[in-house]
T-cell receptor, first 117, second 110 residues
C-alpha cells in the first residue's frame, strides 16, 4: 500500500450504532488530520494530530472521538450520530505541522462515505 | 483561519484555457494551495504559492498577488479529464493548517 488509505470506503449506520473509521499513512509523516466534506460546503477541519498528540479540536461534537495510537494510524470513533453527520470523511497527512517542510502539503486518503439513517 | 472565496462552478471547452479565481484575507497570510479533486476521489496537491508571481507546472499555472489577496489557477489545453473540483486553501497567522474554500466545479465539454 502507498500513500494514505482509509477503511471502510462506504458505511451506513443507524443513529444508535457505534462504528470506527480507520486511516493509515505509509509516507512517514508526523501530522494527521480528519476532515468532513459535505456537499456545497468547504472542507471542515475536525481534528489534528502531531506526533500522536492532538493539537486541534475544532468544536467537534463529542459523538466523534479521535484516536491516534501511533504516527501511522488514525481512527475516528462514531457513536449516536445524527443524519446531518452524513458526509465524506477524509483523512490527510503531512510531513509536519510547521517548520521543517517548505510546502507541507497534505496528502489525502480516498475518504469514507458515511450515511446515517 | 482564512476566509476563502471562489466561484462555485465553471464550464469550458476542450482545448481551451480557463482561469479559476480565489480571493482570501491578506491579514497574516502565510501561503496558498490549490488541490484537484475528481468526483469520489481524494484531493491531490497541485500548487503552492507564498510569493507574488506565476508558478508554472506543465498545463497548470498558479498566480498570487499578496497585496490584492488574490490567486488564480490557470489550466491550458483543457482535456476532458480536467473536469473536477478545484480547491483553493489559504494559511494565515501562526497556523500551518490551511483553510479550504468550497471548491470550484469545472466541467469540460467537447
Amino acid at each position: 500500500e502507498t500513500g494514505v488509505t482509509q477503511t471502510p470506503r462506504h458505511l451506513v449506520m443507524g443513529m444508535t450504532n457505534k462504528k470506527s473509521l480507520k486511516c493509515e499513512q505509509h509516507l512517514g509523516h508526523n501530522a494527521m488530520y480528519w476532515y468532513k466534506q459535505s456537499a456545497k460546503k468547504p472542507l471542515e477541519l475536525m481534528f489534528v494530530y502531531s506526533l500522536e498528540e492532538r493539537v486541534e479540536n475544532n468544536s467537534v461534537p463529542s459523538r466523534f472521538s479521535p484516536e491516534c495510537p501511533n504516527s501511522s494510524h488514525l481512527f475516528l470513533h462514531l457513536h449516536t450520530l445524527q443524519p446531518e453527520d452524513s458526509a465524506l470523511y477524509l483523512c490527510a497527512s503531512s510531513q509536519d505541522l510547521a517548520g521543517l517542510s517548505t510546502f507541507n502539503e497534505q496528502f489525502f486518503g480516498p475518504g469514507t462515505r458515511l450515511t446515517v439513517l | 483561519g482564512q476566509n476563502i472565496d471562489q466561484p462555485t462552478e465553471m464550464t469550458a471547452t476542450e482545448g481551451a484555457i480557463v482561469q479559476i479565481n480565489c480571493t482570501y484575507q491578506t491579514s497574516g497570510f502565510n501561503g496558498l494551495f490549490w488541490y484537484q479533486q475528481h468526483a469520489g476521489e481524494a484531493p491531490t496537491f497541485l500548487s503552492y504559492n507564498v510569493l507574488d508571481g506565476l508558478e508554472e507546472k506543465g498545463r497548470f499555472s498558479s498566480f498570487l498577488s499578496r497585496s490584492k489577496g488574490y490567486s488564480y489557477l490557470l489550466l491550458k489545453e483543457l482535456q476532458m479529464k480536467d473536469s473536477a473540483s478545484y480547491l483553493c486553501a489559504g494559511r494565515s497567522g501562526g497556523s500551518y493548517i490551511p483553510t479550504f474554500g468550497r471548491g470550484t466545479s469545472l466541467i469540460v465539454h467537447p
